[in-house]
């Protein structure tokens, strides 16, 4: 061996793709430093189905009322560089039917898209549709139970869609059937589709008093819905298991809480417009009912204006890093996605959006999957894969 050369320079190309595979996203970002050799064969297409992804970005709603993605440039990151941006996959949708119109991006989770579309060629109501726009597959859910065209009382406004392709190749969708009593909304059930089994299934919410208040997630087989007196309800797919776990903070008012996760760790972050603190909890012990504190971000120090009515926020929470301490905001009144650091404690802007409209869900992270295969029993006839 010369002098200043290492082992690794010496491995074959086809050992060293075995095992940069075998890597989590973290360690592999900094595995990509050993070498130009490594760095090229951890950018090669031909490699990207095998090997871990991390996040490239985030889907917004622009002005013109199209949905956009603004990836992330290589120097946003905790571990100094990884893949961002968002090549080899169609952020348009463009794969989708030309006869799909008012096209709604309801969700996104390891590499699927959650969508809520209307055919120019059917009668309402809208449809759910789960889309992988790295490999531009696509697939049509049969209608739930519960639906728009529902008595007036009972509301469909919020799906999620969970999958883990390190457990399984099938997905589920969760839909959140909400009674209105004509002053609050309160969670009836959660409606759960399985691809395994292409039906739903109505999980009736235990107890029924829950208030649904913020951005919800899937996470470790659980969908966790953020709820009044900043709690966190839980739910498995089976519908079988209800748990309730309380934050340090009671308090009911009209903040909104976003539930993330990032580092294998489901995160909550409690939002009260008129606090200058964004409190973030962290919940990793899972025999406990309680959110430990993570950090307290100061809004003032990010540079956020107050709120001015409720209802028009200065601020939204874009998301957390998959993979290391960052969360995103984007500041409305400057019109930048910026991320902050909460282990240093300090911020950077990522990029200006201009274009960005209001949302109630406004920012989608993610992380590209190029594996083919959407798993859904009624792929024949409502499926499309094209190359």
Known sequence: MEQGTTAAAYLPDDLVVEILARLPAKSLCRFKCVSRRWRSLTSDPAHRTRLAQTLSGFFFKSSGHGWHFTGLPSSVTPLGGYYGGLSLVDATLSFLPSTYREIEILDSYNGLLLLSCSDEHASPPPFYVVCNPATREWVALPQPKYTDNCRG?????????GFDPVISLHFHVFQVVEDDDGMWCFIKAVEVYSSETGTWDVRECKPYWLKFLGRMTYFNGFLHLPVMYAAVASVDTKGQSWRLTQGQDNRYETGRGYVGHSQGRLLYVKNYPKDDVLSVYVFDDQESEEWALKNNVSKSDLLFEQW?????PTYYIAGFHPDGDLIFFYDRTQKTLISYDMNRGNWHVV????????AHHPFFPYVPWYSRGLASPNSASHSSIQG
Do not use: G, N, Y
Request: proline share 5%; with cysteine; net charge negative.
């Open 308 to 312: 001015r009515h409720p209802m028009k």
């Open 153 to 161: 009382d009972i509301q469909v406004w919020h799906a999620a869609v």
């Open 351 to 358: 990029c200006a959006l201009e274009d960005f409209a209001h």
